[in-house]
């Protein structure tokens, strides 16, 4: 099943866009270093989620002992996971600009977008604290005058983050 799921993480950062295709095979041997493995038999892509995918990798991690099972070190291992997806950081820069030439609002989508595949932005655990604090203001739980922390929809924060770039 591990092979399944690197196959699954490389095909995922194709159809997102974060790896070209010159750059498969290099992603695909930066994972398999990272996981201590030799060799991948490769496999066809089923259309796993990415919390599926990493969830599988992260497992197979701690039982390899690559990593303790705890929140910190899973979410340091998923993070060395994903960076063999990203492009380097001038590739991000050198689109950023060029893309805010023609629309500061262009821009931010991108690094967005970006920062949404690469699981940078969490929105499982962004949904996660707005329920927790929805469900606390409801219930009282709240001491009084103090307001439970709000997290913006995606939108909105692009539309901020555009509002802000734009003098």
């Given at each position: 099943?591990?092979?399944?799921?690197?196959?699954?993480?490389?095909?995922?950062?194709?159809?997102?866009?974060?790896?070209?295709?010159?750059?498969?095979?290099?992603?695909?041997?930066?994972?398999?270093?990272?996981?201590?493995?030799?060799?991948?038999?490769?496999?066809?892509?089923?259309?796993?989620?990415?919390?599926?995918?990493?969830?599988?990798?992260?497992?197979?991690?701690?039982?390899?002992?690559?990593?303790?099972?705890?929140?910190?070190?899973?979410?340091?291992?998923?993070?060395?996971?994903?960076?063999?997806?990203?492009?380097r950081p001038s590739e991000?820069?050198?689109?950023?600009?060029?893309?805010?030439v023609q629309s500061p609002?262009?821009?931010?989508?991108?690094?967005?977008?970006?920062?949404?595949?690469?699981?940078?932005?969490?929105?499982?655990?962004?949904?996660?604290?707005?329920?927790?604090?929805?469900?606390?203001?409801?219930?009282?739980?709240?001491?009084?005058?103090?307001?439970?922390?709000?997290?913006?929809?995606?939108?909105?924060?692009?539309?901020?983050?555009?509002?802000h770039s734009v003098k």
């Amino acid at each position: 099943m591990i092979d399944q799921y690197i196959c699954e993480l490389v095909h995922y950062g194709m159809e997102k866009g974060l790896l070209k295709e010159a750059d498969r095979e290099y992603a695909l041997n930066q994972i398999l270093d990272i996981l201590r493995k030799e060799d991948v038999e490769d496999r066809l892509p089923v259309g796993m989620d990415l919390e599926k995918i990493l969830g599988g990798l992260l497992d197979y991690g701690v039982e390899k002992g690559l990593l303790q099972d705890n929140i910190l070190e899973r979410d340091l291992f998923d993070t060395r996971l994903m960076n063999t997806l990203m492009p380097r950081p001038s590739e991000v820069l050198a689109n950023f600009e060029s893309l805010y030439v023609q629309s500061p609002r262009l821009a931010t989508d991108y690094y967005y977008a970006l920062s949404e595949h690469s699981d940078y932005i969490r929105h499982k655990l962004v949904n996660l604290r707005f329920s927790v604090a929805n469900h606390t203001q409801r219930h009282g739980l709240y001491p009084s005058g103090r307001q439970a922390p709000l997290h913006l929809s995606p939108q909105q924060r692009t539309d901020e983050i555009a509002h802000h770039s734009v003098k």
